[in-house]
C-alpha cells in the first residue's frame, strides 16, 4: 500500500563519498543489504517501504554526531530509528538518506532511585528499563503497549494505559542530549522536577517525530512501585455503558491508574490470541495503585459507579501472575485482532477527546463503521478521552482502504468538533498531515514550518514527515 | 538600581503615526502619562523602570492584533503586561516600545466542570478563577502566591506551593490562545487531555516570557476540590532537619500537596506581619488533600517522618479559616520580609535541584549568606527541590547588591553542579541571563536564539529578555 507522500518529495541520493566515509568509520556496522534496509524503511504503518539507502548502526553519542554532520555535509537525510513500533509511517525513507539505528545505544545510565529520576541511552526499551527498576521499588509508568524505545517513545510524545494517573512523554521527560541537524551535541533540561530557564527546549523534541533532531539521551521521572496493586475487569452491555462509566470515574477524581476499554471484537481476539474466558461483550480493564487502603478505597466507589450502568462480572486480580496475564493480552490486543482477517492490514484511528465528548465520539464511530461491513476491533485509553478503532483491510482491495479512510476521515472530524485532537499519541507522520491542518490551522503549522526551517535549514532530519515544508 | 541590560539595547523611538494609530482606536485607553508609564514599566524586581513609550489597555484579542500589527508595521517592542508581579526584570521597557495591559481581558469564557477544564482570557488572575470555580467543586491548583494573572504565570511557566503534587504551568496549560509577531491569532493545542499532533506550540510559548507572542487565552486543566483537606505546622532545631524531613517523604512517594520551608527568618517576618505565635525557628508548612481516610494516612507518615528528624509543636488546622490564616501568612512572606530592613529591596534566588541535593544546597547558601553579614530570609517549596534565599539590600549601597549578587551567583553554580536549574519558576528575564548559558550551554541557547529569529525576526516581543540576541 501506498503511503499518501507529498508529491513534492524527491529521492535524495547519497554521494558515494558520504557512503565510502560511513563505511570507513562504521565498518559492518553500515550496511546497504535489501532485506536489512526494507526492515529499517517500514513500520507498523500499513504503508509499503521506500527503504533508505543505508543503514547505520550508532553505539554512541559521538556517532551520532559523525553521521549527523556528514549527513549535513552532503545534505542527505536522517531517520532516526529505535524499535520500529511507531505506526504513522514515520521510519519510512520517503527521500531516501540513512536510517540511525539507536538501537544499540541501550545503556541505562544512571538510575537515582532518591531523586525518582534515571538517565538512559535512546535505545532503551521499556520493558528493559523496568526490568532493571523493579528490585530498587521503582517504575517508569508510560506503556504504549509495544516494548517500545524510550528514544522513540519521546520522539513520538507517546502515552498508552497508565496516562491516565502518570501523564505522557509530555510530563515525565526531564531532559534530553540532542544531536542537532548541524551535528551539535547539546543537552536540555536537567534533573530538577522543574524549571523555567528559557525555551522549553525539552518539549520541543519530544513529539517532533525526529524532524529536529537525535535524541541521544533521556532522563525520565520515576516512581516508586506502589504499595498496593490492583486490576480488575468488568463487563457492560454496551460500549456505551462502559464509556459512561468511564466518564462517571473520571468526573468524581477518582485516581485510577489505568482505565482500558476493549470492544465485543477485541475481547473476542484477546480469548483466542491468549485462550482466555473473558466475557465476549464490551469490558473495562482497570488498574489501581496506591496504599492497601487507599486501593479498596477507590475500587468500591469504580465498583459502584459500575453497577450503576449495568456493569457485571466485575473481578478482581491481586496477585502479580493474573494481572500479567490481563495486561499481556491486553498489549496483544493489536496483533490479536489482526489475526481476526488473515493477511489483513490495519488502518488505525488516534482521536482524543475531552472525557464528556467520548461517548459521543465512540458511538458515532462504531454507528459508521458497522454501517460500512468493514471488520474492525476498539481499544482505548478511555480514561483519557482517547480510543483507537483498527479498520481490517485487504491491502489487494483498494475499495476497503478508501472506506477505512473516509471513516477515519469522519471520525477526525468529528473528534475536531469535540474540540479533541487527531492524535492522542501516535503522532502525525505521513499519514495524518492533513489533518494536522484541520486541527492547528494553517498559521499554526505555519509557525511549526518556521521552527523547522530554523533548526534544520537543510530538512534532513526525517524529512517529509508531520507537515510538507 | 539599574538593571544589568546587554550594551547593545538601543531605545527604539515610536514614530509618531503609530501612536496616532493608536489614540485613533483606543482614545482613553492608549496612555503616555509618566505615572502610569513607569508603573507598566516596573516589576517585583530590584531594578529602576525603563518606562515604555506608551500603555494600551486591551480589551480583546482583536484589540491584540491590532497593535501587534502596527507595531509589526513600525518594528516597534510590545511588551505584554498582566498583573505586574514578574521577578526578574520581564516587564522593564529597555527598548522603548508599548506595554501591552491585558488586564482588562478578565474574563473566565468557559469553565467545563464534566471535563475538569477551564478556558479563560489572560488578564483573569488566579485568585478570580478560584473564587469561580469554588461554586462547582473545583479549583485550579497552580499558587505562585501573588495574585498573579493566568497569562503571566503561562509566560513565565509559574508554579509555587502545589506544584508537588499538582505540577506547573507546563503540566496544567491544556491549549492558547497566541498572536504572533505578526499579528496572526493562531491556536495551540485543545481541550484534549494529551496529544501528539505536531510540535508543541503550547508548551514552548509556557515560559516564553512574552518574547514568542501574546498569550490572549488560555485552556486549564482543572481538579476537583479534595473531599478532605488537612494543613499541618511542624517546627525544626535547624534548616537542615526541615530538609531532610521533606527529602524523605518526597522519596516514600507520599503524595504530599504543599510542602514549604519558612527559615527562622521568615517566621519571625510572618508573625510581625500577621500577627501569628508561630515558634521562631525552621518550619515546615505542609497540607493533605484526598479522602478523608487517604489524608489521615498521609498525615500519620508525615508526623512519623518528622518525628524522626527532630520535628515538633505538630499543629493541625482543619478548618477552612485556620488553613486559610496559615496560608495567607505564607503567602505575605515575602513582603513581610522585605519589611524587616525598612527601605530595603529584595535579590531574591530561584534554584530548584534534585530532591536528593536539597540539603547541600541549602545547607551551603545559608553558610555563605551567614558569612556575608547581609540580611536575608529563606522561603522555600522544598518538596520540589526549590527555595528562593531573599537577600535584603539598601539600594543606597551598590557593595550590598554586588554582595547580593555575589551569593546568588555562588548559588546558581552549586545548583549546576548538582544537576539543578538556575530558576525553578521566576523565569530569565534580565536578571539571569548569564545563569541561563552557564546552565544549558552556548549551543542550545543558540537554538533558543533561532527560534526567536524564526518567529519574532523583527524582535519586537519583549525585547532583550531571557537571553541577548
Known amino acids: ?5 507529498n508529491p513534492q518529495l524527491v529521492h535524495r541520493p547519497m554521494p558515494d563519498a558520504m557512503l565510502e566515509a560511513l563505511r570507513e568509520r562504521f565498518g559492518e556496522r553500515c550496511s546497504t543489504a535489501l532485506a536489512l534496509r526494507e526492515q529499517h524503511g517500514r ?13 547505520v548502526f550508532a553505539e554512541s553519542s559521538e556517532d551520532v554526531v559523525f553521521v549527523v554532520r556528514l ?18 509511517g514515520h521510519l519510512l525513507a520517503v527521500q531516501g538518506g540513512v536510517s540511525l539505528d539507536v538501537s544499540r545505544m541501550n545503556r541505562i545510565l544512571q538510575v537515582q532511585a532518591e531523586d525518582l529520576t534515571v538517565t538512559v541511552q535512546p535505545g532503551v526499551t521499556r520493558n528493559q528499563l523496568n526490568n532493571e527498576l523493579r528490585h530498587q521499588g521503582l517504575f517508569f509508568p508510560i506503556d504504549p503497549g509495544a516494548d517500545a524505545s524510550i528514544g ?15 501523564g505522557t512523554m509530555r510530563e515525565n521527560v526531564l531532559g534530553l542530549q540532542v544531536v542537532t541537524p548541524q551535528g551539535e551535541l547539546i543537552r536540555s533540561g536537567s534533573r530538577a522536577r522543574k524549571s523555567s530557564a ?16 537525535v535524541i541521544t539521551e533521556v532522563t525520565l521521572r520515576l516512581f516508586p512501585l506502589p504499595e498496593a496493586v490492583s486490576a480488575a475487569v468488568c463487563s457492560f452491555e454496551t460500549v456505551d455503558a462502559a464509556v459512561q462509566t468511564t466518564i462517571a470515574i473520571i468526573q468524581m477524581g477518582v485516581p485510577i491508574a489505568r482505565c482500558e476499554l476493549l470492544d465485543t471484537h477485541a475481547v473476542r481476539a484477546v480469548n483466542r490470541h491468549d485462550k482466555l474466558q473473558l466475557r465476549e461483550s464490551p469490558m473495562l480493564l482497570m488498574e489501581f495503585h496506591g496504599s492497601e487502603a487507599g486501593v479498596a478505597e ?15 462480572d466485575f473481578a478482581w486480580a491481586t496477585t502479580p501472575e493474573e494481572r500479567t496475564r490481563l495486561w499481556t493480552a491486553r498489549h496483544h490486543a493489536y496483533l490479536s485482532g489482526l489475526q481476526m482477517k488473515p493477511g489483513c492490514r490495519a488502518v488505525t484511528t488516534d482521536t482524543c477527546v475531552p472525557i464528556s465528548r467520548l461517548a459521543e465520539s465512540i458511538n458515532e464511530s462504531v454507528r459508521e463503521v458497522e454501517a460500512s461491513g468493514l471488520p474492525y476491533f476498539i481499544v482505548g485509553h478511555v480514561g483519557d478521552g482517547n480510543f483507537h478503532m483498527a479498520y481490517l483491510i485487504d491491502p489487494a482491495l483498494p475499495a476497503e482502504r478508501e472506506t477505512a479512510e473516509r471513516l477515519s476521515a469522519q471520525m477526525v472530524a468529528r473528534a475536531l468538533r469535540l474540540e479533541g485532537t487527531c492524535s492522542g499519541e501516535h503522532g502525525i507522520g505521513l499519514h495524518k498531515q492533513g489533518f494536522l491542518i484541520d486541527e492547528a490551522g494553517e498559521g499554526a503549522v505555519a509557525q511549526m514550518r518556521a521552527l523547522k526551517r530554523a533548526m534544520d535549514p537543510h530538512n534532513i532530519m526525517n524529512p517529509g514527515k508531520v507537515f510538507a515544508l
Open 43 to 55: 513500520d507498523e504503518s500499513p504503508f509499503d517501504v521506500p527503504p533508505p539507502d543505508a543503514v
Open 71 to 88: 549527513a549535513h555535509e552532503h545534505r542527505v537525510p536522517v531517520i532516526p530509528y529505535g524499535a520500529g513500533t511507531s505506526l504513522e
Open 1 to 5: 500500500m501506498n503511503a499518501p507522500l
Open 298 to 312: 477507590q475500587a468500591q466507589t469504580v465498583q459502584e459507579i459500575a453497577r450503576d450502568f449495568g456493569g457485571t
Open 152 to 166: 522513540g517513545m519521546a520522539a513520538t510524545r507517546a502515552s498508552g494505559t497508565n496516562a491516565v494517573r502518570y
Open 198 to 213: 528559557g525555551y522549553d527546549l525539552t518539549r520541543l523534541f519530544v513529539g517532533s517525530e525526529g524532524t529536529l533532531g
